[in-house]
């Protein structure tokens, strides 16, 4: 965007600074009506919720679509993200085949590349 300067790489802070794009937001408080009412309490995450790592990968990963003035809630944006992921397995996969990466790697690689898969489905 114009004018904008990147609040910097998401992983040099940790994501302090992003904040995620949720369609459900019944985890977070209700807002204070006018009047005297109390917020309500967060409600327990639903089942399949993020974990507080998984959480912290949501932000790095959206972090990056949101400094590039785009979000992985946008069913387009989040199938062009999975079809980029599919590619990185084929790369570490040959990584692997060509011998560059051990199996312990490539399993662990794939395995966050397939925690990644899931950062759409948290939003």
């Known amino acids: 965007m114009p004018g904008h300067a990147p609040a910097g790489h998401p992983?040099?802070?940790?994501g302090a600074d992003i904040i995620p794009m949720r369609r459900?937001?019944?985890?977070?408080?209700a807002a204070i009506p006018h009047g005297n009412t109390a917020p309500q309490l967060e409600e327990p995450a639903?089942?399949?919720?993020?974990?507080?790592?998984?959480?912290?990968?949501?932000?790095?990963?959206e972090g990056v679509f949101v400094e590039?003035?785009?979000t992985l809630?946008?069913?387009?944006?989040?199938?062009?993200f999975h079809a980029a992921l599919d590619l990185a397995v084929l790369?570490?996969?040959a990584a692997r085949a060509k011998g560059t990466v051990d199996h312990?790697?490539?399993?662990?690689?794939?395995?966050?590349?397939?925690?990644?898969?899931?950062?759409?489905?948290?939003?």
Not at 104 to 123: A, K, S
């Open 24 to 29: 459900d937001r019944r985890r977070h408080p």
């Open 11 to 14: 992983h040099a802070h940790g």
């Open 68 to 70: 590039r003035g785009l």
């Open 46 to 61: 639903p089942t399949g919720a993020p974990t507080p790592a998984e959480e912290q990968l949501l932000r790095v990963v």
């Open 104 to 123: 312990d790697g490539q399993t662990t690689i794939t395995e966050t590349l397939g925690n990644m898969r899931n950062v759409p489905h948290w939003l």
């Open 73 to 80: 809630a946008d069913p387009h944006t989040a199938e062009a």
């Open 91 to 93: 790369a570490v996969d």
